[in-house]
């Protein structure tokens, strides 16, 4: 954010390794947190969570890769996998 509210009182939050600010008084306080640093992972998880969506990149190929050795995700991802081309064919 590069217009910050000169004189402005901030509240920094830490929550899941990333780190927001927001404005504490009136008449700022409803504007929303925005991210000023934590860890890569952390960021992009939040960043992944405010576009909706369920989890990362880096996620997935974490799933996948433990997909390879573990049987009950394999089967799900799997069943996944069906449901996710059912879908896409009857648009």
Same mark, same amino acid.
């Given at each position: 954010m590069s217009d910050l509210k000169t004189g402005e009182a901030l509240i920094y939050e830490r929550v899941d390794n990333v780190v927001y600010a927001r404005y504490? #008084?009136? +008449?700022?306080? #409803?504007? +929303?947190?925005?991210?000023i640093g934590g860890d890569? #992972?952390?960021i992009n998880r939040a960043k992944a969570k405010e576009q909706g969506d369920l989890f990362t990149y880096k996620d997935w190929q974490e799933i996948t890769e433990l997909a390879r050795t573990n049987k009950t995700l394999k089967k799900c991802l799997s069943k996944v996998l069906d449901i996710y081309l059912l879908s896409k064919e009857n648009k």
């Open positions: 504490r #008084d009136e +008449p700022y306080k #409803d504007i +929303p947190r925005w991210i890569a #992972d952390g």
